[in-house]
T-cell receptor, first 114, second 115 residues
């Protein structure tokens, strides 16, 4: 079975700082990769996704993620965060043959100080 | 973007009663919906996959007789927690798969508290 690990459980940073959240997965086959965000009191929203092609994908709100196949990683980045980026971020993976069944990482809580 | 709704958003019930939670895809048809459970400060754990017109597929350790799932139409799946107990108190989240986008879109969740 596949697994997803997010290395940072909590991240605290100031506005305008750069953000990078790590995500690694374990699965031998080809996968689709996702980053979801959950703002306080809100539901999960899709930030970005990677299926194939250019390994650097851009999502909403200035986020981007890079798929590095050799490292089984899909790290999320944002060059300059805002206070409104305070949220919990989840990496998720689904093997292409699994009928879209997602496996989530443990999540990373990000607090951006104004 | 695709919108998924859940009803109710929160429910409080007595131990031993059953609770039904609805999940609807509002602007797309979903042949597959998923039900998750999220414990405080933890990630989402998949409970079951709901397929329109067929039986749900449950993850290991999830009691299918306790968590009844019905997916009667392309826009509606229901989760019924039968004979609920305090340990069933949790945040239940559904998602619906938009086949065209090959992506899951999530509902806002239902907080269940069993007294």
């Amino acid at each position: 079975a596949q697994s997803v690990s997010q290395h940072n459980h909590h991240v605290i940073l100031s506005e305008a700082a750069s953000l990078e959240l790590g995500c690694n997965y374990s699965y031998g086959g080809t996968v689709n990769l996702f980053w979801y965000v959950q703002y306080p009191g809100q539901h999960l929203q899709l930030l970005l996704k990677y299926f194939s092609g250019d390994p650097l994908v851009k999502g909403i709100k200035g986020f981007e993620a890079e798929f590095i196949k050799s490292k089984f990683s899909f790290n999320l980045r944002k060059p300059s965060v805002q206070w409104s980026d305070t949220a919990e971020y989840f990496c998720a993976v689904t093997p292409k043959a699994a009928g879209n069944k997602l496996t989530f990482g443990g999540g990373t809580r990000v607090l951006v100080k104004p | 973007g695709a919108v998924v709704s859940q009803h109710p958003s929160w429910v409080i019930c007595k131990s031993g009663t059953s609770v039904k939670i609805e999940c609807r895809s509002l602007d797309f048809q979903a042949t597959t919906m998923f039900w998750y459970r999220q414990f405080p400060k933890q990630s989402l754990m998949l409970m079951a996959t709901s397929n329109e017109g067929s039986k749900a597929t449950y993850e290991q350790g999830v009691e299918k007789d306790k968590f009844l799932i019905n997916h009667a139409s392309l826009t509606l799946s229901t989760l019924t927690v039968t004979s609920a107990h305090p340990e069933d108190s949790s945040f239940y989240i559904c998602s619906a798969r938009d086949v065209g986008a090959d992506t899951q879109y999530f509902g806002p969740g239902t907080r269940l508290t069993v007294l």
